[in-house]
């Protein structure tokens, strides 16, 4: 087997390890989750106001 055809971690890019699929290791792992707890990650889009809905609502 190639090791083109390995899939790599989304960490730090070795190859990964079944035992910790999608990642290579525990630490790339908690790497992961770590980033994922203090919002590391997050869909781009537009800031909404936070009474954008309520005032919408007040004037019908």
């Known amino acids: 087997m ?5 899939p790599k971690c989304p ?4 190859p990964r ?6 990642f290579c290791s525990t630490r790339c792992r ?4 770590v980033k994922w707890l203090d ?3 997050a869909i781009p889009a537009e800031p909404v106001h936070p009474f ?3 005032e ?3 004037a019908v």
């Not at 190639?2 to 390995?6: R, Y």
Request: aromatic residues 4%.
């Open 17 to 22: 390890s079944a035992e910790h699929a999608p």
């Open 2 to 6: 190639s090791t083109a055809s390995i």
């Open 30 to 33: 908690d790497r992961d989750l």
């Open 39 to 41: 919002d590391g990650y």
């Open 52 to 54: 954008a809905d309520s």
């Open 56 to 58: 919408r609502d007040d």
């Open 11 to 14: 960490m730090c890019g070795k």
